[in-house]
Each structure stands twice: as C-alpha cells, then as structure tokens.
C-alpha cells in the first residue's frame, strides 16, 4: 500500500538554526498538510498545501515556516530559526482525489524535532 | 476558532471491558473523521461520518455522529489489548468544508491483560 515518506525520523538542531523536514506524499494525492504534535498532546494543524500553494494555515505557522513543494515530489517544510518551542513530532500528511472535504489523510511516520 | 474537545483525556479499562469517547465541536462540522494512535506512531485513518445521526460499525467499534453535526463517538466493545493507543477524533467545518481538520485532545486508551 502507497505511504507518505518523512526523512529524518529525528533531527537535533540548536536555537536559531534552520531545518528542512521532507516528505514525499502519495504520488496521485493532491492535498498536503503539516501537523505538528508536542509530546503527549494533541495533534495540531500547521498548513494545507493544494495546487502549488497554501490553502490554510494556523497562527502557529508565522513567518518562521514555509512550505515548498520543488519538484513533482517532494513536500517540504522549512523552519528559519528554530526555537526551544519548535520541539515536537512533525507529521506530513496527503490526501486523495476525493479532494479536500471528503478525504482521509495518510500520514507519514514524523520526524522528532529536538531544538537545544 | 474551530475547536473540537475530547473526553475523557485517558482511560484506564480492564481487558474485556467496554470504552467510550466522545467529541464535541464548537461548530457544526460537514464531517467526523476517526483516527487511532498507536504508542510511537502517526495518526492511522479509521472511519469518516458524514451524515447527521449516522452510525457505523466495525467489528468492536461503533462509531456515531450527532443529530446536530457537532459531536460523536466510539464506543469499543469488550477491549482487547491491541486496542491499545489514543483515539482522536476530527473534523472540518460545515462553514469551511474545504479547510483545516481540525483534531481533538485525543483519548488515550490503556488496556490491562
């Protein structure tokens, strides 16, 4: 069955660095999201992501994030000084041609964040 | 905003015993979506409701959705250990049908042999 990829499963970064979280979603999806989920807490909208640009986004997504899709594959999220409070599990998720009202999401299996 | 809660936020329950949650919307939701958890893992679809009072059953699990659109629930029959995890509710807006799901708090779900 078809997944959604994340690499790294964990990243360690310091305070103010830069990290990239990448994720290739399901070929013939069409919708991509971030989540993002503290230890133990629920798991919080970030940003959707259809044709090439945001769709949504929360107030957690401020001007710290970005998203890219550069080529016909890959999903990315960028964070450009991360902070103590960026810590958490990322989870990309894609879904179908249902579109957006309909579909389940498939979500990746995260990447562990750990700002120091 | 949109919120969804979830009650209750764990749930203790002997191997053979029945377990419920329960969502509640702030808003009226177009659709309930259930996912399930496991300890170290991403969030794995279950179910979708979409029509009002809708019920719907798989083997153990029997999930509904309000009258209203605003709230639902999953009622486990007879737990067995690999019911194990949290159980998470979600929904997107009847107003915004296209937009963001929303998650609840989630349920964590223990299970003692």
């Known amino acids: 069955e078809p997944e959604v990829t994340q690499t790294p499963s964990h990243q360690v970064t310091q305070m103010g660095q830069e990290v990239i979280l990448r994720c290739v979603p399901i070929s013939n999806h069409l919708y991509f999201y971030w989540y993002r989920q503290i230890l133990g807490q629920k798991v919080e909208f970030l940003v959707s992501f259809y044709n090439n640009e945001i769709s949504e986004k929360s107030e957690i997504f401020d001007d710290q994030f970005s998203v890219e899709r550069p080529d016909g594959s890959n999903f990315t999220l960028k964070i450009r000084s991360t902070k103590l409070e960026d810590s958490a599990m990322y989870f990309c998720?894609?879904?179908?041609?249902?579109?957006?009202?309909?579909?389940?999401?498939?979500f990746g299996n995260g990447t562990r964040l750990t700002v120091t | 905003g949109q919120q969804v809660m979830q009650i209750p936020q764990y749930q203790h329950v002997q191997e053979g015993e029945d377990f419920t949650t329960y969502c509640n919307s702030s808003?009226?939701?177009?659709?309930i979506q259930w996912y399930k958890q496991r300890p170290g893992g991403h969030p794995v679809f279950l179910i979708q409701?979409?029509?009002?009072?809708e019920v719907k059953k798989q083997k153990r699990l029997t999930f509904q959705f309000g009258e209203a659109k605003k709230n639902s629930s999953l009622h486990i029959t007879a737990t067995q250990t690999t019911d194990v995890g949290t159980y998470f509710c979600a929904g997107r807006s009847l107003y915004n049908q296209g937009g963001k799901l929303i998650f609840g708090q989630g349920t964590e779900l223990s299970v003692k042999p």
């Open positions: 808003t009226t939701l177009s659709n």
């Open positions: 998720a894609s879904s179908g041609i249902g579109g957006a009202y309909n579909s389940p999401l498939h």
């Open positions: 409701l979409v029509k009002s009072g």
